[in-house]
C-alpha cells in the first residue's frame, strides 16, 4: 500500500529522474545545412549557422565512407527532430542509389567549446 503513493511522487517530480540526461533543442529538418561522418560510425550535423549535433550510430554505416556519400535523413513523426527516435537514417552512394539503413543510437547537441574544437575534416 504504501508503494502506491512513492510511486505517484516519483512520477510528479519527472525533473528528478531526468536530471543527468542531455537536454537538446528541437530543430527542423529544413533548417540542416551540412553533415559530415569522419569515421562511418558518427555523424555530424549542422543545424542552422551554428548549431551542430552528434549522431551515434549502433554500428557502422560502410556507405558512409564511399567516394560520393549521400545522406538521407527522414523525420518519422513529420514534426521537428526532438530525439533520435524521431529519426529514419540511411546513407546512399549516389544520388538515386540504394540507400543502406544506418540505425542511430544517440543525438545530443554540442556545446559551443565542442563545436569549435571538432576537427576540420569532422566538422560540417
Known sequence: MTLKPLFLVFLL???VALADEPRMRCFS????????????KTVYLRIGANDFYRLELARACTTLKSVSPQLVLHNRQGGPVCSVLDLDVRASESPGGIPEPCFPKTMR?????EAVALPRDAKP
Do not use: I, K, T, V
Open 109 to 113: 547537441e554540442l556545446s559551443p567549446a
Open 29 to 40: 529538418m529544413s533548417q540542416m545545412n551540412g553533415w559530415r561522418s569522419p569515421d562511418g
Open 13 to 15: 517530480m519527472p525533473g
